[in-house]
T-cell receptor
Framework: RKEVEQDPGPFNVPEGATVAFNCTYS??????FFWYRQDCRKEPKLLMS???SGNEDGRFTAQLNRASQYISLLIRDSKLSDSATYLC?????????????FGAGTRLAVHP | DAGVIQSPRHEVTEMGQEVTLRCKPI?????LFWYRQTMMRGLELLIY????????DSGMPEDRFSAKMPNASFSTLKIQPSEPRDSAVYFC?????????????????FGEGSRLTVL
């Protein structure tokens, strides 16, 4: 079983739609969670951290369910510029340090 | 401010040749990571340096791969000899960690990557 699993997509949605991505992780000891965004042929960049109580940043809402080992990202009012791959990331304490484990990503395509 | 700088951006080489990828981390960052990204395997951590010392090289595929960090502002990843299956995008990333166990806050700053094609 992969450490971090995501639906690869692609999710094809019209502008203005609401879309949600899910991610599951296998290590119950994971402490920190993040969403990164990667545009086509570009480097990954931090989108937002995910806090236990859930958190929002503009049109983006992240949720964490520790009991189910599940993380989600909700995007409201999708824009064309939201088209990208969204990477779910969890930390795992391994080899004496907190290591980031990246999911394979979910691809989002927003069309006019 | 300059971000993480990688070179070359693109490299096409023939099987058996030596490849050297270079990285300049963000000034003040004490953690440096080399990742490899392919369609099949996603982003894989190859090696992690903290304060120029290799901490975790368990992701280095085999002896053909080596990495060095001679000082806080420079690192290299070398593949010798290269093989077609090494074709991938290699990313360098840096961050600041208060201590080793802290790892990082989750914000890694990635370079633009080096796209390697081995024929």
């Amino acid at each position: 079983r992969k450490e971090v699993e995501q639906d690869p997509g692609p999710f094809n949605v019209p502008e203005g739609a609401t879309v949600a991505f899910n991610c599951t992780y296998s290590n119950s000891a994971s402490q920190s969670f993040f969403w990164y965004r990667q545009d086509c042929r570009k480097e990954p960049k931090l989108l937002m951290s995910v806090y236990s109580s859930g958190n929002e940043d503009g049109r983006f809402t992240a949720q964490l369910n520790r009991a189910s080992q599940y993380i989600s990202l909700l995007i409201r009012d999708s824009k064309l510029s939201d088209s990208a791959t969204y990477l779910c990331v969890v930390t795992e304490f391994s080899g004496g340090y907190n290591k980031l484990i990246f999911g394979a990503g979910t691809r989002l395509a927003v069309h006019p | 401010d300059a971000g993480v700088i990688q070179s070359p951006r693109h490299e096409v080489t023939e099987m058996g040749q030596e490849v050297t990828l270079r990285c300049k981390p963000i000034s003040g960052h004490n953690s440096l990571f080399w990742y490899r990204q392919t369609m099949m395997r996603g982003l894989e951590l190859l090696i992690y340096f903290n304060n120029n010392v290799p901490i975790d090289d368990s992701g280095m595929p085999e002896d053909r791969f080596s990495a060095k960090m001679p000082n806080a502002s420079f690192s290299t990843l070398k593949i010798q000899p290269s093989e077609p299956r090494d074709s991938a995008v290699y990313f360098c990333a840096s961050s600041f960690s208060r201590d080793l166990a802290g790892g990082n806050t989750g914000e890694l700053f990635f370079g633009e990557g080096s796209r390697l094609t081995v024929l």
